[in-house]
């Protein structure tokens, strides 16, 4: 008999936004508030504990999410391609690997803007089943336009809790398309 492992998070992004929105509120002078906005533009979600941390560069939150695994990732998440997706699987898939990267969204098409790489401690078992799910708040709510698979098949929904309208996305795609351009609400990991 195959056990199935189901996360369910309804926990939102809130804290992703509260990092930024509090960021920019608690520095002191412009270019202190611009380089701490800037600090949250690339951040690292547990789907399994629903905690947040946020970097100054995709580089800085691909090497945290790979906990030092990848360090060499482009700066910016527009630098990401099938050669660095097929790096973080391989680094998921090695022996004692602490987190695996299901997968990323970006609030620009073409994987440019504000990136969110989703982690948990495994990875989907693609299309056999919803492994896990979580409401998208703050600035990530309505604000999607392109993703990257990784271990995981992403869901989009228009609305929270995985209800409405949805479109599910077998591979990295730089733009949802029209119909759910900064429309999700929620996503599942399939």
């Keep these: 008999m195959r056990q199935t492992f189901?996360?369910?998070?309804?926990?939102?992004?809130?804290?992703?936004?509260?990092?930024?929105?509090?960021?920019?509120?608690?520095?002191?002078?412009?270019?202190?508030?611009?380089?701490?906005?800037?600090?949250a533009d690339d951040c690292v979600v547990?789907?399994?504990?629903?905690?947040?941390?946020?970097?100054?560069?995709?580089?800085?939150?691909?090497?945290?999410?790979?906990h030092g695994k990848i360090t060499n990732a482009p700066l910016s998440a527009k630098g990401i391609d099938r050669k660095l997706a097929d790096r973080l699987s391989a680094a998921s898939d090695t022996a004692g690997a602490q987190a695996v990267q299901l997968g990323a969204v970006f609030t620009d098409s073409n994987y440019g803007g504000s990136s969110v790489i989703f982690e948990a401690s495994s990875g989907c078992r693609s299309g056999n089943g919803r492994d896990a799910q979580l409401d998208l708040s703050g600035i990530w709510n309505n604000s999607i336009s392109s993703l990257t698979t990784l271990s995981c098949w992403l869901e989009l929904w228009d609305a929270p809790a995985t209800a409405g309208f949805h479109q599910e996305y077998r591979q990295s795609t730089s733009y949802v398309g029209d119909a759910m351009n900064d429309r999700a609400s929620s996503i599942a990991f399939l």
């Design 46 to 66: 547990n789907v399994d504990s629903g905690s947040s941390q946020c970097f100054g560069t995709f580089r800085e939150a691909i090497a945290a999410t790979t």
């Design 6 to 39: 189901k996360r369910r998070l309804p926990v939102a992004l809130a804290t992703v936004a509260a990092s930024v929105l509090g960021a920019g509120l608690s520095a002191s002078g412009a270019n202190a508030a611009t380089a701490q906005v800037q600090r």
